[in-house]
T-cell receptor, first 117, second 109 residues
Framework: DVKVTQSSRYLVKRTGEKVFLECVQD?????MFWYRQDPGLGLRLIYF???????EKGDIPEGYSVSREKKERFSLILESASTNQTSMYLC????????????????FGPGTRLTVL | GEDVEQSLFLSVREGDSSVINCTYT??????LYWYKQEPGAGLQLLTY?????DMKQDQRLTVLLNKKDKHLSLRIADTQTGDSAIYFC?????????FGKGTHLIIQP
């Protein structure tokens, strides 16, 4: 059974703290993604990575950074957490993107609900 | 870029059919997907349709695709309380999948 796991289901942090969200996949996927999900806004892409040590900004990268040192692990870092980063964070992985003509299911983790006080 | 639109909420009575709609702007995607997100969980692929099909049926689920109108729909027959979730449509875009904002399906007893 394919699996994407996230390090925490719930996390509470204080403003200004450095926060690490970890994601691990066991499918040998090249692509990994970090989204945040907020009511009424749907999924918004923060960063994605298509290979080890490679990263691309998504739609809302401000206030976040990422790290991909190993193929199976993709970390999201909040350098100095702020209250407007309270959200549900979802990690996903997929095979390499080969254009709109190919099947490209993304597999999601269970999510981390982060609260910043 | 790709624009994918969905209504935010749909309320149906238990036992009725639910129809969740999705409209999009870019028709180049060969595959169109429906994901389901149960409360407190991540997204799971529910079904998908190949763009040269008009309809795909899988037990209680029917996917309809109208390429001319750029309209995708998901019909759930005999809606049950376990169907209560957020449903996302998704299409292939320039760099990967583009998701709609999701439709929250509310089941009334």
């Amino acid at each position: 059974d394919v699996k994407v796991t996230q390090s925490s289901r719930y996390l509470v942090k204080r403003t200004g703290e450095k926060v690490f969200l970890e994601c691990v996949q066991d499918m040998d996927h090249e692509n990994m993604f970090w989204y945040r999900q907020d009511p009424g806004l749907g999924l918004r892409l923060i960063y994605f990575s298509y290979d080890v040590k490679m990263k691309e900004k998504g739609d809302i990268p401000e206030g976040y950074s990422v790290s991909r040192e190993k193929k199976e692990r993709f970390s999201l870092i909040l350098e100095s957490a702020s209250t407007n980063q309270t959200s549900m964070y979802l990690c996903a992985s997929s095979l390499p993107w080969a254009g709109t003509g190919t099947y490209n299911e993304q597999f999601f983790g269970p999510g981390t609900r982060l609260t910043v006080l | 870029g790709e624009d994918v639109e969905q209504s935010l909420f749909l309320s149906v009575r238990e036992g009725d059919s639910s129809v969740i709609n999705c409209t999009y702007t870019d028709s180049s995607s060969t595959y169109l997907y429906w994901y389901k997100q149960e409360p407190g969980a991540g997204l799971q692929l529910l079904t998908y349709i190949f763009s040269n099909m008009d309809m795909k049926q899988d037990q209680r689920l029917t996917v309809l695709l109208n390429k001319k109108d750029k309209h995708l729909s998901l019909r759930i027959a005999d809606t049950q309380t376990g169907d209560s979730a957020i449903y996302f449509c998704a299409l292939g875009g320039a760099d990967g999948l583009t998701f709609g904002k999701g439709t929250h399906l509310i089941i009334q007893p």
